[in-house]
């Protein structure tokens, strides 16, 4: 089964712009991979979003954006928001399989 | 408006099955691309994904857990049941249900804790 890897943990500033990123254990990620993005907060379901690497759903803040970058899914951040600090996974597609990243946890400091 | 929600027991003992029903609304589970599946949480971990049933029937399962699910759908009551035998103590987490479409999971059910322990 794949392993996905995200980093463990992030800290931003205010204002400040921050990229976290999505690694398949089988290669580089690419757009048949799928990439979906979710946040998380404490006591919270996840909520979506990014899919298909770079598609925003209809709630999703103008100042999250997803690509393809150096190999790996990523989720840029600009202009982080305190209400920005939270728990990210990624999903990828593997062929009727999906696999979840083991979350980056983003401290807005 | 679209929504999810999951029922079923909270506390199961070690080698019972667990059964989780999803009730879902606004949507069809006969709409053609459309999913409903099961994403799972422990305690302080990462999301683990388990399951997805499609609108044409296909299933796809969580190899590891594969010989220990199943995912059922009832698409005139908009109902998805996931079967797990053989529950164990590292089955405790935070059961998710969620609808997939066009390659997004979009909408997710509140969740529902489910404790196993004797």
């Known amino acids: 089964q794949a392993v996905v890897t995200q980093e463990p943990s992030l800290t931003v500033s205010p204002g400040g712009t921050v990229t976290l990123t999505c690694a398949s254990s089988?290669?580089?990620?690419?757009?048949?991979?799928?990439p979906n993005w979710f946040q998380q907060k404490p006591g919270q379901a996840p909520r979506a979003l990014i899919y298909n690497t770079n598609n925003k759903h209809s709630w999703t803040p103008a100042r999250f954006s997803g690509s393809l970058l150096g190999g790996k899914a990523a989720l840029t951040v600009s202009g982080v928001q305190p209400e920005d600090e939270a728990d990210y996974y990624c999903?990828?597609?593997?062929?009727?399989?999906?696999?979840f990243g083991g979350g980056t946890k983003l401290t807005v400091l | 408006q679209i929504t999810l929600k999951e029922s079923g027991p909270t506390l199961v003992k070690p080698t019972q099955t667990l059964t989780l029903t999803c009730t879902f609304s606004g949507f069809s589970l006969s709409t053609y691309g459309m999913a409903v599946g099961w994403v799972r949480q422990p305690p302080g971990k990462a999301l683990e994904w388990l399951t997805f049933?499609?609108?044409?029937?296909?299933?796809h399962y969580r190899p590891s857990l594969r010989s220990r699910l199943t995912i059922t759908k009832d698409t005139s009551k908009n109902q998805v049941v996931l079967t797990m035998t053989n529950m164990d103590p590292v089955d405790t987490a935070t059961y998710y249900c969620?609808?997939?479409?066009?390659?997004?999971?979009?909408?997710w059910g509140q969740g529902s804790l489910v404790t196993v322990s004797s």
């Open positions: 089988t290669g580089a990620v690419t757009s048949g991979h799928y």
């Open positions: 969620a609808r997939a479409f066009n390659w997004s999971l979009a909408y």
């Open positions: 049933i499609f609108w044409h029937d296909d299933e």
């Open positions: 999903l990828l597609y593997y062929g009727g399989m999906r696999v």
